[in-house]
């Protein structure tokens, strides 16, 4: 059982370092049509919000600056990827970051 669980644990170790390892420097272009945030906890409340139809809440944390719309085709990196489809993106030539889904980018 415990030789199970290692072996379980190593592959999965390598399925994950193998998805970075492809991943890094390969560029990404933005779509249309999708919020970018500040942090991982402004997309989360901004994805509440859309679920919620609640659009004056929406549109105050863009007038705040915490989320806004995503420009279509700009080339990205990806920074950071979580297992909810959430992705922190960074801009070719830029230093800041933000966060997306997934389905933003191609």
């Keep these: 059982m415990k030789k199970t669980a290692t072996i379980m644990a190593i592959s999965i170790l390598c399925i994950f370092a193998t998805t970075i390892i492809c991943e890094a420097g390969q560029v990404y272009h933005t779509k249309a049509g999708f919020l970018v945030a500040t942090t991982e906890a402004n997309l989360d ?12 809440a929406l549109n105050e944390m863009g007038r705040s600056g915490r989320v806004s ?31 997306t889904v997934m389905e933003a980018i191609e």
């Design 45 to 56: 409340m901004a994805m509440g919000f859309i679920a919620d139809n609640d659009g004056a």
């Design 69 to 99: 719309m995503l420009s279509p085709g700009q080339a990205v990196y990806v920074e950071k990827r979580t297992w909810s489809g959430k992705v922190k993106i960074r801009p070719v030539g830029m230093i800041g970051t933000v966060w």
